[in-house]
T-cell receptor, first 110, second 114 residues
Framework: KQEVTQIPAALSVPEGENLVLNCSFTDSAIYNLQWFRQDPGKGLTSLLLIQSSQREQTSGRLNASLDKSSGRSTLYIAASQPGDSATYLCAVTRTNDMRFGAGTRLTVKP | NAGVTQTPKFQVLKTGQSMTLQCAQDMNHEYMSWYRQDPGMGLRLIHYSVGAGITDQGEVPNGYNVSRSTTEDFPLRLLSAAPSQTSVYFC?????????????FGPGTRLTVL
């Protein structure tokens, strides 16, 4: 059974700092890995999707990496801003099945 | 495009009542799914569908029914609500679960069962 773990559960940083969020999974037979952002009381917004054959994806200040063999992904956020405060979720997809981590709650202080 | 829409946004039920959570998408996606989100546990898959007339169980299907009569709609039915079903429910859709397929999520329905 696929298990997805995100560490840390919560993170607080000052504005401008670069930071890394971690995601690990137990079964490397995945189609892709997605990183989502969730604001309080809202739905999920897709940030980045990494296909199983890819090593990383970039969008603006966000960079996500994938190491399937070790079952790890990282989300790097450069020059963090208060508007980045949210919960970040990673999810791995196998046939017709998407498994989520519990998320990292990020607070960026002005 | 409206994307993925869900109704209602909020609902309070008494134990034993039944109700249907509605989900619709206008992107012609084959794949649709329902998740529940509980504090500290992330999202868990309840049921999914790969096309009209085809549904299957996910990780936590007990107490829920689904049907898919059209490509656009995928309602979730609670037959006899229990307090353990208090949660936030999300509907999602994509073309199909392949490498490049990005999942799109609705805004969620917050359900409380008393």
């Amino acid at each position: 059974k696929q298990e997805v773990t995100q560490i840390p559960a919560a993170l607080s940083v000052p504005e401008g700092e670069n930071l890394v969020l971690n995601c690990s999974f137990t079964d490397s037979a995945i189609y892709n890995l997605q990183w989502f952002r969730q604001d309080p009381g809202k739905g999920l917004t897709s940030l980045l999707l990494i296909q199983s054959s890819q090593r990383e994806q970039t969008s603006g200040r966000l960079n996500a990496s994938l190491d399937k063999s070790s079952g790890r992904s990282t989300l790097y956020i450069a020059a963090s801003q208060p508007g980045d405060s949210a919960t970040y979720l990673c999810a791995v997809t196998r046939t017709n099945d998407m498994r989520f981590g519990a998320g990292t709650r990020l607070t960026v202080k002005p | 495009n409206a994307g993925v829409t869900q109704t209602p946004k909020f609902q309070v039920l008494k134990t034993g009542q039944s109700m249907t959570l509605q989900c619709a998408q206008d992107m012609n996606h084959e794949y649709m799914s329902w998740y529940r989100q509980d504090p500290g546990m992330g999202l868990r898959l309840i049921h999914y569908s790969v096309g009209a007339g085809i549904t299957d169980q996910g990780e936590v299907p007990n107490g829920y029914n689904v049907s898919r009569s059209t490509t656009e709609d995928f309602p979730l039915r609670l037959l006899s609500a229990a307090p353990s079903q208090t949660s936030v429910y999300f509907c999602a859709s994509s073309y199909l679960q392949r490498e490049v397929d990005e999942q799109f999520f609705g805004p969620g329905t917050r359900l409380t069962v008393l």
